[in-house]
């Protein structure tokens, strides 16, 4: 996978609490991503960051925040963890534009 | 509109086939493009890219792209039981951002 380990791979939570997922890279690539994939709607962007410290927004970025004070690491967390944050959350790094990216083995995440 | 569609399939084709996988997508300034394979319960991995129109071929694997009607092709030769997956195009829309389609789930059938 590329130099990406994603950590949990799996985690079931309870509604109403935090969670973090971790990304990690050895490739040192600028861009990391944090999507996820669901049935019908395919993989959608939550957030991405373009350096230490540099994030944005992406199409689904409402419940999630990002931080990455580190090259090789970019956190996502669930700040009050809903059901309907269930899904299968892939990291993504990318070297430059044009280039695609690559993907981490994900991990899925249930909130009962 | 979304910024990229593809049809969901499935797609059921004999081992030996040539295989056709398609995406339309909405803005004609996208210039990069790119195929992914996903196998059940793995991470997209990604296949070809490509910039702006033509072809792209990387072993029994063709991208097309036609900026003409804003349509991208998957093409895949001698198809194989391995290559059972879901196919999802992908297009960079600026800051490297990618929109996927919904992927198209492909069977090659030994």
């Known amino acids: 996978d590329a130099g990406i380990t994603q950590s949990p791979r799996h985690k079931v939570t309870e509604t109403g609490t935090p969670v973090t997922l971790r990304c990690h890279q050895t490739?040192?690539?600028?861009?990391m991503y944090w999507y996820r994939q669901d049935p019908g709607h395919g993989l959608r962007l939550i957030h991405y960051?373009?350096?230490?410290?540099?994030?944005d927004k992406g199409e689904v970025s409402d419940g999630y925040s990002v931080s990455r004070s580190k090259t090789e690491d970019f956190l996502l967390t669930l700040e009050s963890a809903t059901s309907s944050q269930t899904s299968v959350y892939f990291c993504?790094?990318?070297?430059?534009?044009?280039?695609?990216?690559?993907f981490g083995a994900g991990t899925r995440l249930s909130v009962l | 509109q979304k910024e990229v569609e593809q049809d969901p399939g499935p797609l059921s084709v004999p081992e030996g086939a040539i295989v056709s996988l398609n995406c339309t997508y909405s803005?004609?300034?996208?210039?990069?493009f790119m195929w992914y394979r996903q196998y059940s319960r793995k991470g997209p991995e990604l296949l070809m890219y490509?910039?702006?129109?033509g072809n792209k071929e990387d072993g029994r694997f063709t991208a097309q792209v036609d900026k003409s009607s804003k349509y991208i092709s998957l093409f895949i030769r001698d198809s194989q039981p391995s290559d059972s997956a879901t196919y999802l195009c992908?297009?960079?829309?600026?800051?490297?951002?990618?929109?996927f389609g919904t992927g198209t789930r492909l069977t090659v059938i030994p």
């Open positions: 993504a790094i990318s070297e430059s534009k044009g280039t695609g990216a690559y």
């Open positions: 490509t910039y702006s129109s």
């Open positions: 803005n004609s300034a996208f210039q990069y």
């Open positions: 960051s373009y350096g230490v410290k540099d994030t």
């Open positions: 490739e040192n690539h600028r861009y």
């Open positions: 992908a297009i960079e829309a600026g800051a490297n951002n990618l929109f």
